[in-house]
């Protein structure tokens, strides 16, 4: 049996207790309201930057080596991640610690020495440049993708910043950005596993309770919408041609969500899914299919990534955006949508087994908004039509949305032929209107 809780904090950070009894560990998160989005223009990646200094010391703990050993001692590998819109930090952590883990991360998030930038930029550096070519180009199609979903916005810029961004940064902007976004108003705690809420709750109080700051300033939302599809092509030395088939999408928690989460499984939720089925078993240009969905307080995407040979990218193209376009004009067949529900139920099943799952679920939900239940979510699921979820498609996968980044060896012959084909798809998604 789960059982979730929630507490707020006088300063207004919230705690979030799962109960999971039949576990063996338990995790220990700390999310926060900050990411790339909030990075200053000329600054960016500095969010991220802040996520990696603080593992360089603490007041308690003032170097890397000693958090490490630290968390080492209760069971721990503490870890973090810095997204558009959130940082987390997380460990796994023995049942019998966690007090001492919240220690350890309060120690960290609050009273942080923010030493050893140097070093830090020089690491960031080499992250950067796994995302570059040899002239210094973007080639990671998320990134590059975002750049046309969000043009001349903080959600089009890469995370990690750029290598003069990275750069720039100072001790002085890495202690203003703690300063401004690092607050309790902005934060949730979660713990899952075997542990009582009461206990989490008090402990939490303890050492968290003197947290202070305002609250961090407002954040900047995209406006703009697209007219018309848009494509990009980068050259790089592969042997293959990265893709990426992406697509505007609705905010979090827009009630359409649900039936967006049905249409990646069918397109490429999977060996039985239609994207895999056609590219793969069918014509063999691709190894794997992925789709993936982005979703903010404002704005949204879904999107689809392969790898093919520069000579069947156009014939992987065709056969992409027919699929596309057909499911959002001929209703799902019944069984097929049931197949990709009884899937979709399975994952929530097997996601009772995961501590981390379940930490994402309540804390990283409580922190943006949509808290839900697995319950809710099964509840939700059961409800989506065939003509639902062709009508989301229709508007999901309209021309206007269509957002299509090719990386690696194109030729201009080719990329002439992959822009055509994406104005066709236009003019024929018109001619399909019912």
Request: aromatic share 6%.
């Amino acid at each position: 049996m789960i059982r979730s809780s929630v507490a707020t904090l006088a300063n207004g950070l919230r705690v979030v207790c799962v109960e999971m009894p039949h576990l063996h560990s338990a995790e220990l998160a700390v999310y926060l309201m900050v990411g790339s989005r909030n990075d200053p223009p000329e600054r960016g990646g500095l969010s991220h930057f802040l996520e990696h200094i603080l593992f360089r010391g603490s007041r308690e703990f003032p170097s890397s080596l000693e958090i490490e050993k630290a968390f080492e001692a209760v069971g721990g590998a503490p870890n973090a991640a810095t997204d558009a819109e959130s940082t987390c930090f997380y460990s796994r952590i023995h049942p019998s610690h966690v007090r001492r883990g919240m220690e350890i991360f309060s120690s960290m998030l609050l009273r942080p020495l923010l030493e050893g930038v140097e070093v830090e930029q020089r690491i960031i550096a080499e992250e950067a440049r796994e995302d570059l070519n040899e002239q210094g180009e973007e080639i990671n199609p998320d990134t590059v993708t975002s750049s046309l979903l969000w043009p001349r916005h903080p959600l089009g810029r890469p995370t990690v910043g750029t290598l003069e961004s990275i750069a720039a940064i100072t001790r002085d902007d890495l202690a203003d950005h703690h300063r401004r976004f690092y607050v309790p108003a902005a934060a949730v705690l979660v713990v899952v596993g075997p542990v009582r809420h009461e206990q989490v709750f008090a402990d939490a109080a303890d050492l968290f309770g003197g947290w202070a700051g305002a609250a961090p300033p407002p954040t900047l939302l995209v406006q703009k919408r697209h007219h018309r599809p848009a494509t990009r092509f980068v050259r790089d030395s592969d042997s293959q041609v990265k893709l990426q088939i992406a697509f505007l999408g609705f905010p979090r928690g827009d009630r359409r969500y649900m039936a967006v989460r049905l249409l990646r499984r069918i397109l490429a939720g999977g060996g039985s899914s239609r994207l895999h089925l056609r590219l793969r078993e069918q014509m063999g240009v691709i190894y794997s299919v992925e789709g993936s969905i982005g979703t903010y307080e404002e704005t949204g995407c879904i999107a689809f990534d392969f790898s093919t040979a520069p000579r069947t990218l156009v014939p992987a193209v065709t056969a992409a955006l027919e699929e596309l376009a057909d499911i959002a004009h001929r209703p799902v067949p019944l069984a097929e949508l049931e197949s990709a529900r009884q899937a979709y139920r399975f994952d929530l099943d097997y996601s009772r087994d995961s501590a981390y799952e379940m930490g994402v679920r309540y804390g990283w939900g409580e922190l943006v908004g949509i808290r839900r239940s697995i319950e809710q979510d099964q509840q939700e699921l059961g409800g989506v039509s065939p003509g639902e979820l062709c009508a989301t498609a229709r508007e999901l996968l309209a021309p206007e949305n269509l957002r299509l980044v090719a990386i690696g060896p194109c030729s201009g012959g080719v990329q002439r032929q992959v822009r055509l084909l994406v104005g066709n798809y236009a003019l024929q998604w018109g001619a399909a209107q019912p």
